[in-house]
Every structure is written in C-alpha cells, then in structure tokens.
C-alpha cells in the first residue's frame, strides 16, 4: 500500500504552477508591445510622404497696423523713456464661415501593415467686415494698412496640400502663396494678399483638398462657424472641444455637422493675438475639462472639433484584452484537471499541468501571429481550434480516459467561446465574467462537499508478473 498527497496538498501544487505561468503570459504581453511598436512604425513609414494628423483653420484676414509703445532705455548711464511706433498684425476673422468637407479614406499597405489615409476636399464660403462697435478695440482706422491686409489659411502639414487650390475675393480669383497660416497650424499654410479699403464686406469663396492620416481637426474662428463633413469610412470617432450637432453613421459611411459661434468660442471677431495650436488628444485627455476649458485664454490653446478615422477592429487591443483572461483559462482547465484527480481518482502529474498550461498560453502567441495576417475573427477560430484539439488529445492520454478527454474540449470550447463574446461585448464583460465566476466556484463547492482536503488516499501497489518456470 502506497498513500498518495492529500486532495488539500494538490490544491496547492496545481496553483503554484498556475502562478509559475504568469511568467510565459508576461513574455507574451512583451511580444504584444513589441509587435504593436512594429506596427506603429510601419504606420508612421507609409504616411512619411502623405500627410500626417491635419489641422485646418480659416481663413482670417491679417491687417497690419502701427501702435505707440513706450519702452526704457539707458542713455549716459540714465533711465529714459521714450515713445516708438511698432508694427503688428491685427487677426480680422470672418461674421460666418460655412465649410464642406469630404473625407475620402485609403489604406495603404507595407508588409502585413495596413494605415488609413485620406485625402480631405474643403470648400466654404466666409463674410469679412469690420464690427460696428470697431473703435471700442482701441485701434485707429488710420493707423491700419489696408494695402498690406493678408487672407490667410491654416494648414498644419503643408506637404499634403493638392493642386487646383483656389481662392475668390468678390468674384476675383487671387493668388496663392505658400507660408504665413496660422499660430493654430504652426504657421504653417497659405495666404493671399488682398486689396480692401475696409468699406465693404469681403465675400470669400475657397477651395482647396490636403492629404493626411488618422484625423483631420478644424479650429472655428468668427461670428458663426458651420462644419459639414461626409464620408465613406463607417467608424467614426468625434472629439475635441465641440461634438458634432448632427450626427448620422451607417456601414456606408457618415456625415456630421459642426456649428460653432464666438460665443461658444468666447473669442471676439477682432483680436491682436493669435491663439496656439490645439490641444492633442494626449494632453487634452490628461487635462481635467473643469479647469482647463472653463475661460478661452487669449493666445492659448484653440479650441478645435476632431473627425478621427479609427479602425472598427484594433487587432492588437483586442489581443491584449484577450491575454488578460490568460489566467482565467488556466484556472479552469488546471481545475478540471484535480477534480478528476481527487474525485475520480485520475493521477496528475506537475509535468502535466504544466505541459497544459504551456499549450493554453500558446494560444495567444497563435492568435497575435495569424490576426497580422489574417485579421481577428479568423485567427482566433485557427488558434482555438488547434489548441482545443492538442490538449483534448493530450487529456486523453493525462486522464487515461477519452471521455474525460472530451469533457476537457467542451470545457475549453465553452471557455473560447465565452471569451469571444466578452471582447465584442465590452460594456458587459465584467457582470458575464462575475456571473461565470461565481456559478463555476458554486459548481466546485458542491463537487468537493464531501472531500476531507487534509486526508491522504491510499492506493494498491500492482504485485509484480511472476516468470514462467
């Protein structure tokens, strides 16, 4: 006779080895960045030439002006002040601005690396005056150059301007010149000189297309801003200062509509200072909203309305989600595994588990090297596939039994489908997984209700083959 661990002693060893895993599902989580980073630079490599993240704003009509200004200077050794006539810019933006903007999606390819570009063909139609109220800024008619006024619009990645670019001044074709946009755009953009006397209103009518990757932001700027944008990509994301007022997304494609007044901006049509670029989605995300966007700083931050094209699928999150219920997997089968051992008697060796636990950790190795490939959908079908048939093969031979065997693919099989419908039900995966959770240790409990952990099981030693005579 011969006495075996007891059930409590197997309990333990079963989940030292689980823990002992969390070392190759650790590896895999490296394998995952590092293959996200890849995919990053590839990205990055096929829109060097396009076009980056675009930001469009304008146009603004630019007027220089001369101001007095006081200044300090030592002469002989004495503190003297005297007054000096400067030159600046005053930023006249449009009463309304109405913009049309198609977003024509392309994806391109380098390796088994896929980006989504596009090409963005703007159109609108802008009214310049000078407010009635003009005198109350403190700025003389006559001291502004009319002759020098600019019109000027912002492009932030002036490489993916096209041609046929154009821009009408009252009917009047002007032309173009690259440079002077806008401190929102980084000054990066186009311009035209302009002939006003400030009498009249300037009617605007502009168009021009840019390429670009991931999203096109537009900053407002005027009495009243109006953004209508359509497309064919089907997976829209909006963001940024201001959401669209009308929305409309099928598989087909979408279209929005921004409207956007300077009182929303709490900006005024006349300013002497230029505001900054927009905040990215990383710094805007990192402020908190309640402190940062309560009162527009002059010079600051513009606020900004963001179209992004996102992927419908990220293959690579989808796979990170899924490496974090590794564990759960684990926990299953390694728990199938003992109740054979102390309830049907089945012995289990550590090697077993472990060879187990290799095989379900390489699931996710699979399913990230064939969802580059293949696409998501398809690479986890392959790589639960091939799993749940090597370990249903293996526990026959573990568990001594192939209906054992089967019950262990059905286990497995119910645990990839379950965790399939918890990666595409997002908002709901946390009650489904508690829920699972809690009717499995409900199912334990009343299967080792009557099992005495502490006790050991005592087995018959086989008495050796006699020799024939």
Same mark, same amino acid.
């Given at each position: 006779?011969?006495?075996?661990?007891?059930?409590?002693?197997?309990?333990?060893?079963?989940?030292?080895?689980?823990?002992?895993?969390?070392?190759?599902?650790?590896?895999?989580?490296?394998?995952?960045?590092?293959?996200?980073?890849?995919?990053?630079?590839?990205? =990055?490599?096929?829109?060097?030439?396009?076009?980056?993240?675009?930001?469009?704003?304008?146009?603004?009509?630019?007027?220089?002006?001369?101001?007095?200004?006081?200044?300090?200077?030592?002469?002989?050794?004495?503190?003297?002040?005297?007054?000096?006539?400067?030159?600046?810019?005053?930023?006249?933006?449009?009463?309304?601005?109405?913009?049309?903007?198609?977003?024509?999606?392309?994806?391109?390819?380098?390796?088994?690396?896929?980006?989504?570009?596009?090409?963005?063909?703007?159109?609108?139609?802008?009214?310049?005056?000078?407010?009635?109220?003009?005198?109350?800024?403190?700025?003389?008619?006559?001291?502004?150059?009319?002759?020098?006024?600019?019109?000027?619009?912002?492009?932030?990645?002036?490489?993916?301007?096209?041609?046929?670019?154009?821009?009408?001044? =009252?009917?009047?074709?002007?032309?173009?010149?690259?440079?002077?946009?806008?401190?929102?755009?980084?000054?990066?953009?186009?311009?035209?000189?302009?002939?006003?006397?400030?009498?009249?209103?300037?009617?605007?009518?502009?168009?021009?297309?840019?390429?670009?990757?991931?999203?096109?932001?537009?900053?407002?700027?005027?009495?009243?801003?109006?953004?209508?944008?359509?497309?064919?990509?089907?997976?829209?994301?909006?963001?940024?200062?201001?959401?669209?007022?009308?929305?409309?997304?099928?598989?087909?494609?979408?279209?929005?509509?921004?409207?956007?007044?300077?009182?929303?901006?709490?900006?005024?049509?006349?300013?002497?200072?230029?505001?900054?670029?927009?905040?990215?989605?990383?710094?805007?995300?990192?402020?908190?909203?309640?402190?940062?966007?309560?009162?527009?700083?002059?010079?600051?931050?513009?606020?900004?309305?963001?179209?992004?094209?996102?992927?419908?699928?990220?293959?690579?999150?989808?796979?990170?989600?899924?490496?974090?219920?590794?564990?759960?997997?684990?926990?299953?089968?390694?728990?199938?595994?003992?109740?054979?051992?102390?309830?049907?008697?089945?012995?289990?060796?550590?090697?077993?588990?472990?060879?187990?636990?290799? @095989?379900?950790?390489?699931?996710?190795?699979?399913?990230?090297?064939?969802?580059?490939?293949?696409?998501?959908?398809?690479?986890?079908?392959?790589?639960? @596939?091939?799993?749940?048939?090597?370990?249903?093969?293996?526990?026959?031979?573990?568990?001594?039994?192939?209906?054992?065997?089967?019950?262990?693919?059905?286990?497995?099989?119910?645990?990839?489908?379950?965790?399939?419908?918890?990666?595409?039900?997002?908002?709901?995966?946390?009650?489904?997984?508690?829920?699972?959770?809690?009717?499995?240790?409900?199912?334990?409990?009343?299967?080792?209700?009557?099992?005495?952990?502490?006790?050991?099981?005592?087995?018959?030693?086989?008495?050796?083959?006699?020799?024939?005579?």
């Amino acid at each position: 006779m011969t006495s075996e661990r007891s059930p409590g002693w197997k309990l333990f060893f079963a989940g030292i080895i689980g823990l002992v895993l969390i070392i190759p599902l650790m590896m895999v989580y490296a394998l995952l960045w590092d293959r996200q980073e890849q995919s990053n630079i590839a990205q =990055n490599a096929i829109a060097a030439g396009w076009g980056g993240p675009q930001v469009i704003v304008g146009p603004v009509l630019v007027l220089p002006y001369t101001a007095s200004s006081v200044e300090t200077v030592d002469e002989n050794g004495r503190q003297t002040t005297r007054t000096v006539r400067v030159k600046k810019e005053l930023y006249l933006s449009p009463e309304t601005n109405a913009i049309r903007t198609e977003l024509k999606p392309d994806r391109k390819k380098k390796s088994i690396y896929e980006s989504v570009l596009f090409v963005a063909a703007n159109s609108g139609r802008a009214r310049f005056a000078l407010p009635d109220d003009f005198a109350r800024y403190g700025i003389p008619r006559e001291n502004i150059d009319f002759a020098g006024a600019e019109l000027r619009f912002g492009v932030s990645d002036a490489r993916g301007l096209q041609k046929d670019s154009k821009v009408q001044v =009252n009917g009047a074709t002007l032309g173009l010149q690259p440079g002077k946009g806008l401190a929102a755009s980084n000054n990066s953009g186009f311009f035209s000189f302009v002939d006003w006397t400030g009498a009249a209103p300037l009617e605007v009518e502009y168009s021009f297309a840019i390429r670009g990757n991931k999203s096109l932001t537009m900053v407002p700027r005027g009495g009243e801003t109006t953004w209508d944008v359509k497309s064919t990509w089907p997976s829209p994301s909006f963001a940024g200062d201001f959401l669209p007022v009308k929305r409309e997304v099928k598989s087909s494609g979408f279209t929005s509509t921004h409207a956007v007044t300077n009182l929303a901006l709490g900006q005024a049509i006349v300013a002497t200072d230029d505001n900054a670029p927009p905040l990215t989605a990383e710094q805007y995300n990192s402020v908190a909203l309640s402190s940062a966007r309560d009162v527009p700083a002059v010079g600051g931050p513009s606020q900004a309305a963001t179209i992004g094209l996102i992927e419908p699928v990220d293959l690579y999150s989808q796979v990170d989600r899924s490496v974090k219920y590794g564990f759960l997997f684990i926990g299953f089968t390694f728990l199938a595994y003992l109740m054979f051992d102390v309830i049907a008697g089945a012995r289990v060796a550590a090697a077993e588990y472990l060879l187990t636990g290799a @095989g379900l950790v390489l699931f996710f190795v699979l399913l990230l090297a064939f969802a580059e490939v293949v696409g998501f959908m398809w690479a986890y079908l392959i790589a639960a @596939g091939a799993i749940t048939g090597l370990l249903t093969a293996y526990s026959a031979a573990v568990l001594k039994s192939w209906l054992r065997a089967r019950f262990i693919g059905g286990l497995l099989v119910g645990l990839y489908a379950t965790l399939y419908v918890l990666l595409n039900l997002e908002a709901y995966s946390l009650i489904i997984g508690s829920l699972l959770l809690f009717v499995a240790l409900a199912v334990v409990m009343w299967a080792t209700r009557a099992i005495d952990w502490g006790a050991r099981r005592e087995t018959k030693e086989e008495a050796p083959t006699a020799s024939a005579a």
